[in-house]
């Protein structure tokens, strides 16, 4: 996004996140000893893991004695493994946390070349760090055909609980990491404390706020709203400050988009922020490509070589996240579900990029701009044709807010819905185009049927590399309307906003003065921590003094409340 003087003469496109540019069994026979005798249920697969690949796994009863050999690796050197090397370079996760379930993950990642088999893992679940109260374990496919990726589904866990967890193969055994679960339908918990971002370009920064976000006591879920990679070529929009992928090539195939995804994983602070906490990932453009749109691609590539591409993305995405869903099969892929921390909070985890229409095409505003921000084009956006997210997942969203007893209804998505127009007061308003301004009237569909029935409504949003607080109406330009919710928008972990463009900044500045819904603005990199009660949901912006150093001070830099019952953020 530095590159804003770019040779293109466009606002990159991630600088302005989501804006357009220019139109365009070989089985290890290597099973501890303590965890094959526990493993009672050989050939019973439906006992524990359930997601995709069958999985054997036991529920245990208290652990019969702290068990040494859950502690070393000894026993399980012995038979030849296909692992060689430490195969958890990528480090392990957990995420989609229920009552009773979460879903680990890992994939093995060794230096030295894995055979094009499946490869059992161990994994372990235990009340205590030193895992003396292991309350699960089995074994789970490392599956070759999708990247030797480990999903599991751990069940019969308690409610509303911690827990520590790790892998073991051939010999090498994950560090332990923490986990918990959600509490159940019917209870209101006191208090729910969880952080959310999205953005994490790895040639624009480093991860300084994993680092503040590991430090945070008592956090309970990491909500991640998109753009976990990006799949430029390396110097695509890279900032001279931070680092280099060293890959050159755009991410088309899944051997490409696996190569970017194991780079980025590598890194230590992400590792540590998932090992601390379970996510709930979403995705929004990057993981595939720049402002794609359903099957229209950046650039208007062949629909079909584009869906392909956009097969290949979905997959590696799968391999690399753990989330509750079978992997792919193909192009269509559905990762929306929802989510809830018993009746005081429920997450609809929303994809505004796969089932979309494509942008509208007018004309840019300013050139500086390319075409990331134009009259809004009302045949377009007004259309009930020109949708965000699809006639299936809008009713799925509207009947499951309709349905859900959650005194907060959370939608955990990608691009502003707040609006914005560049101009005062015009009509048709000047816009963002890849954000809800360019699909005002599903905006509009949406709001007047969710706004009344949603006790609290919440929208949490990432994808614009800067923070904001904003009140919601389903005609962002009519302030005669009703506030029917709240909006959060975090930052960045790393990804630039628009940094030394001064026609940008003057423009962002202008807007601010003329949008009085946008109560709150800051384009520093950072993320956003909530602190939910049933009466009240305070959330904490944290911003990075200097995403080029790993080591930079993260501070509270703003303090926001909603009060139950009244929609909009009051500053603290
Ligand atoms: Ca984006
Ligand atoms: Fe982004």
């Known amino acids: 996004m530095d590159d804003a003087n770019g040779t293109e003469g466009h606002l990159p496109p991630d600088g ?18 303590a965890v094959a005798a526990c493993s009672s249920n050989d050939g019973d697969t439906t006992s524990g893991a359930s997601i995709g690949p069958t999985s054997d796994a036991t529920t245990l009863p208290p652990p019969p004695e702290p068990s040494a050999a859950a502690t070393t690796s000894a026993p399980e050197t012995t038979l030849a493994s296909p692992v060689v090397s430490n195969p958890f370079t990528l ?15 890992t994939r093995l990642s060794p230096d030295s070349a894995l055979p094009d088999e499946d490869i059992d893992v161990t994994w372990e679940v235990a009340r205590d760090n030193s895992f003396a109260e292991l309350v699960a374990s089995g074994t789970a496919p490392a599956i070759a055909a999708l990247g030797h990726s480990v999903h599991v589904d751990v069940q019969g866990l308690e409610p509303d609980s911690e827990y520590t967890y790790r892998f073991r193969v051939g010999g090498f055994e994950s560090e332990p990491a923490r986990t918990r679960t959600f509490a159940p339908a019917g209870v209101v918990p006191e208090r729910f404390r969880f952080a959310f971002s999205s953005c994490q370009n790895w040639e624009q920064g480093y991860y300084a706020a994993y680092r503040d976000l590991v430090e945070q006591d008592g956090l309970e879920a990491f909500v991640f709203l998109g753009d976990y990679i990006y799949e430029y070529e390396t110097g695509g929009y890279a900032d001279p400050r931070g680092r280099s992928t060293g890959q050159k090539f755009e991410c088309k195939t ?11 994983k590598t890194d230590p602070l992400l590792q540590q922020a998932h090992a601390s906490v379970p996510w709930v990932i979403t995705w929004d453009d990057h993981e595939v490509e720049n402002d794609y749109a359903g099957a229209s691609s950046e650039n208007d590539d062949d629909v079909d070589a ?17 989330v509750r869903l079978d992997p792919p099969t193909g192009p269509d892929y559905q990762i929306y579900r929802s989510l809830a921390h018993g009746d005081l909070l429920r997450f609809h985890v929303l994809d505004t990029r796969q089932y979309r229409s494509d942008q509208q095409r007018s004309a840019p505003f300013l050139p500086a ?26 009713g ?14 959370v939608l955990a998505q990608q691009v502003f819905m707040f609006g914005g127009n560049a101009l005062q007061g015009t009509d048709p308003p000047v816009i963002v185009v890849d954000t809800w301004d360019g699909y005002a009237g599903e905006r509009q569909v949406l709001l007047e049927a969710i706004g009344p029935v949603a006790d609290n409504l919440v929208v949490l949003t990432g994808d614009f590399h800067s923070a904001a607080v904003a009140d919601l109406r389903s005609d962002p330009f009519d302030a005669s309307l009703p506030v029917v919710g709240t909006e959060l928008m975090a930052s960045s972990i790393s990804s630039s906003f628009f940094d030394d463009d001064q026609t940008v900044e003057d423009l962002v500045a202008g807007a601010l003065q003329t949008n009085p819904q946008i109560k709150y603005f800051d384009a520093r990199r950072g993320y956003t921590l909530c602190d939910v009660t049933p009466t009240s949901w305070r959330s904490t912006f944290r911003a990075v003094a200097d995403q080029f150093d790993e080591a930079s001070p993260v501070e509270t830099v703003s303090t926001w409340e909603i009060t139950a019952g009244t929609p909009g953020a009051v500053a603290v």
């Open 369 to 394: 701009l390319g075409d990331a921000v134009q009259v809004r084009d009302n045949a377009v956006a007004l259309s009930p044709e020109q949708t965000m997210l699809g006639e299936t997942q809008r």
């Open 16 to 33: 302005s996140p989501g804006w357009r540019l220019s139109r365009r069994g070989f089985l290890a026979a290597t099973i501890a000893a």
């Open 306 to 322: 584009f869906r392909t591409r956009r097969a290949a993305a979905y997959q590696v995405w799968y391999e690399h996240m753990p």
């Open 254 to 264: 899944v051997d490409q988009y696996r190569q970017r995804y194991a780079l980025y």
């Open 396 to 409: 799925w969203l509207i009947d499951g807010m309709a349905a859900s007893d959650a005194i907060w209804d």
């Open 91 to 105: 480090g392990v996760a957990s995420g989609d946390p229920l009552p009773d379930s979460v879903i680990l993950w």
